[in-house]
T-cell receptor, first 111, second 112 residues
Framework: GEDVEQSLFLSVREGDSSVINCTYT??????LYWYKQEPGAGLQLLTY?????DMKQDQRLTVLLNKKDKHLSLRIADTQTGDSAIYFC???????????FGTGTRLTVIP | KAGVTQTPRYLIKTRGQQVTLSCSPI?????VSWYQQTPGQGLQFLFE???????NKGNFPGRFSGRQFSNSRSEMNVSTLELGDSALYLC???????????FGDGTRLSIL
């Protein structure tokens, strides 16, 4: 869990789709999470996916999981200026309750 | 339902002092975890408490400690503060192990 990797920056135009990618480390991870952090705030849980799923959709959010490649992605449809924030992916191991976080991707939405 | 509440929001201390941070979990949540967030190291796990017992601890020196009370509220303590302890300290609560963790807004600790 110490090398959960994410790209540092992503810029998109308002109304376009955003795709944030994450490569995690442990194939035994049970749940994978996406959190959003706005300036001066804590982490907001956006969505999560169980490791036996390939995809999960929740309104504008779509999570894709490729266990073979240990790759997780978060797609935000119709991206709005209010989506500008830092997005963290995180993994958790079986029987444990400590999250291992990626470095975070700063999403900037251009009006 | 109220979210995770952390107090205080901001704290300024000097080197050598000690500090206590408080966290009230979401009602009904029995697990409380603490994380440190810094620009250099990112988000790192400190420790986790469940039913007043520390279940797991991250790789931090013994100056960092915590506890959980019977009402699931938790405190963390940092003694002999160092400049490098300046960080945002985040508390998260969950119902059980491996359940989604919900975070508070954090306590921003600055060491002068």
């Amino acid at each position: 869990g110490e090398d959960v990797e994410q790209s540092l920056f992503l810029s998109v135009r308002e109304g376009d789709s955003s795709v944030i990618n994450c490569t995690y480390t442990d194939s035994s991870s049970t749940y994978l999470y996406w959190y959003k952090q706005e300036p001066g705030a804590g982490l907001q849980l956006l969505t999560y996916i169980f490791s036996n799923m390939d995809m999960k959709q929740d309104q504008r959010l779509t999570v894709l999981l490729n266990k073979k490649d240990k790759h997780l992605s978060l797609r935000i449809a119709d991206t709005q200026t209010g989506d500008s924030a830092i997005y963290f992916c995180a993994e958790i191991y079986p029987g444990a309750n400590n999250l291992f976080f990626g470095t975070g991707t700063r999403l900037t939405v251009i009006p | 339902k109220a979210g995770v509440t952390q107090t205080p929001r901001y704290l300024i201390k000097t080197r050598g002092q000690q500090v206590t941070l408080s966290c009230s979990p979401i009602s009904g949540h029995r697990s409380v975890s603490w994380y440190q967030q810094t620009p250099g190291q990112g988000l790192q796990f400190l420790f986790e408490y469940f039913s007043e017992t520390q279940r797991n601890k991250g790789n931090f020196p013994g100056r960092f400690s915590g506890r959980q009370f019977s009402n699931s509220r938790s405190e963390m303590n940092v003694s002999t503060l160092e400049l490098g302890d300046s960080a945002l300290y985040l508390c998260a609560s969950s119902l059980e192990v491996e359940q989604p963790q919900h975070f508070g807004d954090g306590t921003r600790l600055s060491i002068l």
